[in-house]
Each structure stands twice: as structure tokens, then as C-alpha cells.
């Protein structure tokens, strides 16, 4: 089931009350009511690890503690397709092109299936909530899957994705990506794949000079002709991995940067749209902001001194950063979504209506980012218009196809652009619910 009204007790934390010295400016100016989630997504049986926006927004897609993934029509907010894709918890789901799907499933195993909007017609609508379905849940039928790959999930570290320099211009559906990953002989080490012809091709091996426990959380990235990994640890560090030669098999790695900015382990980064920076947190209080070391003409030391703050509220997770690069979010143990403004680290909301801790966040694209269009790297502000213009051309070729030119049909496509540009924040939480927020 899905698209219900928010529960009646259901609220966000209230801000502190003004001093009796402010009490006649707080009557003039009221303070505006708590943020509600706009929509409530019911329809999972187990905690949500993983949500996130794919095609343009017009998809979210979301996977729980027990393998479950549901892909969510964000204009109707009803399952568009739903199948069990590992044995054991989702790590993460997120869309490779405008016609695949990749989940990573703690059954050491990371898939790509083939899902376009018409492949959905043939899968199951009924959610894992149903109890009539509980039957034929063994029968339902799967996207068709394309890659199987065996990799290390004992450290509940989820992939890192990028595209390569190679595939950033081409528009086919097919380019090729790289994957990170911790080694499957050793978590503290990094491997990374290559997609589609699933190989690895570069390995990071630990550092033996810093006890750093397991890789707990990764990132990826290309600028110009270097590759880069950051990667956060069991200890609290987070370090920086530079490979000028993004081509060859036996290209050597060179840590460029490394910091202890928590007591406790990293839980999740992400990277500023501008590769120039990227933020951790923890189960520790602390939110760091590292600048990324990628000018080599600077001292790489002094210039990536991270900037810390402690908020008060230990274990945030799920990190991610908006695509105009203005606001992240986290979600908390506490069951409470916060907000932050990037550039201050300052606190701008809390969002309030999980009564059970929250595990992952995800920001719709947000199309009006043009401020940060020069600076964005190939693969991403792209790459993201290449599968919003597929995503059109696909619903295009149905519409043609059926002879559904009609007000019904137009006015579903009013409804579609519609949701596509509300600047959706989506908060999954142990509760099995996904909260959607219309915020800033």
C-alpha cells in the first residue's frame, strides 16, 4: 500500500522556545508549523536501507533488510515493480543508464538487472506487505538479470559508482562504469570492477602503517585523467587514493590524504558535485567536511584540513548531498532526517516522523542547478540529462505505441513533470516506511 496521509501523531522536533525577552517579536512573527512529510510509502515488511532517485525522479527505488526492492512510481506513489533480489539485507540500489538496475545485497552478491519502464509491465505490483502474496512470493518473476558479481559485504560497506572517462560522452545506454568495493581476502583493502566486462581491474591494498579496522563506506570518482577512491574506516579515518593512469591494469596507487576526524567508525560519505570536497559522518556526534586534494600545485596538507562540527546526535548515516550542492542530509538513529546547509555545516532542519531509527536519505535531482553546471564533472550533471532525455523518449514510445494520446494521457504527463521537479528529500527508517518531504 502506499500514498496514505501522514499518522496524526506524527511531528517534527519542535524548535526551543523564545525568551520572555523575544515574546513580543515571536507573537508578530509566529514561527511556521512543523514540517509533515508530504507522503508516506507503506509496503515493506523490514527496515530500509537503501533509497534512492533514478531517471530523471520519476522513479524511487528502495531495498530492505530482507532483499526486498521496490520500484516506486514517484508520480503515483504505487509500486511500478517489485522482486526479491538477494537473500540477504540491501546495501544499496541505484541505476546504472536509463535501463538497468544495480543492487548490492549482503549475500555477497552485486547485480545488474535490465529494467525499462516497459520491462515493469511484467513484474509483480504486490509489495512484500501483502499478506495475500506471501504464497507466490517464490513464483514472482525478477527483472532479467545481466551481471552477478561475488563480492566482500562482511563489513556492511555498500559500492561506490562511476562512470569512466572513456564512456562520458556516449549516450548508449550500455557505457561502461567502475565499481569499488572492499577485497573479498581482506576488508581493509579495495577492489574495483569494471562493467560490463566484470573485471577487476585495480586493487588498493591496506595501509600497514595505520590501524584502520575495516572500509565501512566508499566513494568514486574521475576528474581529468585521474581516478580517485575515498574511503572511510572502521577507526574513524578517512583517506584519499589518487591513480593518474585510469587505463591500465597495474597503475600504482598513492594515498593523497588521511584524517582521523571521528572517535567512532565512518558510516557514510559523500562527495560535493563539484569533486572538491566531501563530507563523513559517524556513530560518533561529529560532522566533518574534508577538502579533496586534487590541485596539485598546492600544499595537499594545509589544504585539506577538515572542518568539524559536533552535532550532538550521535549515529547519522545515510549522508547524501543534493545535486545543486547547496544542502545534505542524514538520517539518525534517533529517528530523526537533519538537514544541513554544506557550505556553514549548519544545522537548517529536523524532520521528525520515524518513531524508529532512520538508515538512509536521498535528494530528488534538482534540474535548476545551473550555478553549479562548470564545475560539475563528466558523468554527472551529463550523465544525469542523458537518462532524464531517455526516460522522456521511453514514456514517448508507449504512449505512441498503446495510441494513448489522450487527455488521461496528458494529464498523467502533467502529473509525472510535476512530481520530477518537486525538490523531494526521502527518508527510510527501521519502521519499514519511507517518508517523502517537499523542503527547499
Not at 511484467?122 to 513464483?139: F, V
Amino acid at each position: 500500500m502506499s500514498d496514505h496521509p501522514p499518522e496524526p501523531a506524527a511531528s517534527a522536533e519542535p524548535s526551543p522556545p523564545s525568551s520572555s525577552s523575544n515574546s513580543n517579536q515571536a507573537m508578530a512573527f509566529p514561527k511556521p508549523p512543523p514540517a509533515q512529510p508530504v507522503y508516506i510509502l507503506r509496503g515493506h515488511t523490514a527496515a530500509i536501507h537503501s533509497v534512492e532517485f533514478i531517471r530523471g525522479n520519476t522513479r524511487l527505488v528502495s531495498g530492505d533488510a530482507d532483499g526486498w526492492v521496490v520500484s516506486w512510481d514517484v508520480a503515483t506513489k504505487r509500486a511500478a515493480g517489485v522482486w526479491k533480489a538477494h537473500d540477504n539485507a540491501i546495501l544499496r540500489t541505484t541505476a546504472w543508464g536509463s535501463d538497468k538496475i544495480i543492487t548490492h545485497g549482503r549475500d555477497q552478491k552485486l547485480r545488474v538487472w535490465k529494467l525499462e519502464l516497459a520491462d515493469e509491465r511484467s513484474l509483480s505490483k504486490a509489495l512484500p506487505a501483502d499478506e495475500q502474496q506471501k504464497h507466490a512470493q517464490a513464483h514472482r518473476q525478477q527483472p532479467w538479470l545481466l551481471h552477478s558479481l561475488d563480492v566482500n559485504t562482511l563489513n556492511f560497506c555498500a559500492l561506490a559508482m562511476c562512470e569512466t572517462n572513456a564512456s562520458s560522452e556516449r549516450v548508449e545506454s550500455s557505457a561502461a562504469i567502475l565499481i569499488a568495493v572492499p577485497t573479498a581476502l581482506d576488508s581493509d583493502g579495495i577492489d574495483i570492477f569494471q562493467l560490463p566486462s566484470e573485471k577487476r581491474i585495480h586493487t588498493i591494498s591496506k595501509d600497514s602503517s595505520t590501524k584502520t579496522g575495516m572500509v565501512m563506506a566508499l566513494g568514486l570518482f574521475q576528474r581529468q585523467d585521474s581516478l580517485y577512491v575515498v574511503a572511510g574506516y572502521e577507526s574513524g579515518h578517512t583517506k584519499v587514493f589518487e591513480n593518474e593512469s585510469t587505463g591500465g591494469h597495474t597503475s600504482s596507487w598513492k594515498q593523497v590524504y588521511s584524517h582521523q576526524p571521528h572517535s567512532q567508525p565512518v558510516l557514510s560519505l559523500a562527495i560535493m558535485p563539484c569533486r572538491d570536497a566531501y563530507l563523513t559522518s559517524s556513530a560518533d556526534a561529529v560532522l566533518a567536511k574534508h577538502n579533496l586534494p586534487i590541485d596539485k600545485q598546492q600544499d595537499r596538507e594545509q589544504a585539506c584540513l577538515p572542518k568539524t562540527i559536533n552535532t550532538k546526535h550521535a549515529g547519522q548515516q545515510g549522508l547524501t548531498i543534493r545535486s545543486d550542492g547547496k544542502i545534505l542530509a542524514t538520517a539518525g538513529w534517533d529517528g530523526r532526517m537533519r538537514v544541513y546547509a554544506t557550505s556553514s555545516m549548519m544545522e537548517l532542519a529536523v524532520l521528525k516522523w520515524h518513531k524508529d531509527g532512520c538508515y538512509a536519505t536521498a535528494f530528488a535531482e534538482i534540474e535548476e542547478a545551473t550555478d553549479l553546471k562548470p564545475c560539475l564533472t563528466s558523468g554527472s550533471s551529463t550523465s544525469a540529462k542523458r537518462t532524464s532525455d531517455a526516460v522522456d523518449e521511453q514514456q514517448q514510445a508507449l504512449i505512441a505505441k498503446e495510441g494513448n494520446i489522450n487527455l488521461r494521457a496528458l494529464s498523467e504527463r502533467r502529473r509525472s513533470e510535476k512530481a520530477r521537479s518537486t525538490h523531494w528529500l526521502a527518508g527510510g527508517s527501521k519502521d519499514g516506511k519511507i517518508s517523502l518531504w517537499d523542503i527547499y
